[in-house]
């Protein structure tokens, strides 16, 4: 079986643990996803379906987010993979080393996502199409997560990119803190 690993770094000979373990998935959009490091991932998959499902949580988050970055598609084989304990569906962890076989470069990871719509193996969900129900859904996720993860009292990339795209979200915690 197939098992691949997004990344920004290139010429990478095997994967190494980051906070205890390799992540690897044997889908290769979601090791797509992961090349960009920005803790932010609005995919999830539909009951009964492989196919993951993006959703915009901004208007052209996906642009935002992927354009005109190059990333790296890293793919092993199985040595040893547990499932992740995170429970994230088609992803496995190893705690040592993994040999990679092949790597492919992705020159733009956006067009690339965009690739794998147009050959079903994607769906997107664009902001500009969302439901009201679904826009007033995603509020609450991004509220609750200001507040769960105290981003309030940080100073990190995560959090100053939730307060740069999230305003209003912000302001509401802000307001109500």
């Keep these: ?64 987010i992927y ?3 190059t990333g790296y598609l890293y793919e092993c084989y199985n040595v040893g993979f547990k499932v992740n304990p995170q429970n994230i569906k088609y992803t496995f962890v190893s705690e040592g080393n993994i040999p990679i076989n092949k790597v492919e470069k992705i020159e733009d990871i ?7 719509e147009n050959k079903g193996k994607l769906i997107i ?13 995603i509020s609450n996720i991004i509220i609750n997560e200001i507040r769960n993860e105290n981003l309030i009292n940080k100073n990190d990339s995560y959090s100053n990119f939730i307060k740069s795209k999230f305003q209003q979200e912000w302001n509401i915690v802000l307001n109500n803190y």
């Design 1 to 64: 079986m197939k098992y691949f690993h997004g990344s920004l770094m290139k010429d990478l000979r095997n994967l190494s643990p980051k906070n205890d373990f390799v992540y690897v998935t044997t889908n290769e959009v979601i090791a797509t996803f992961y090349m960009i490091k920005n803790n932010f991932y609005t995919y999830g998959f539909k009951e009964y379906s492989d196919t993951p499902i993006y959703t915009e949580y901004y208007n052209n988050a996906l642009y935002d």
């Design 67 to 69: 354009k005109g970055k």
């Design 110 to 116: 956006y067009e690339e996502l965009l690739e794998y």
């Design 125 to 137: 969900e664009r902001y500009s199409e969302l439901s009201g129900e679904k826009l007033k859904n």
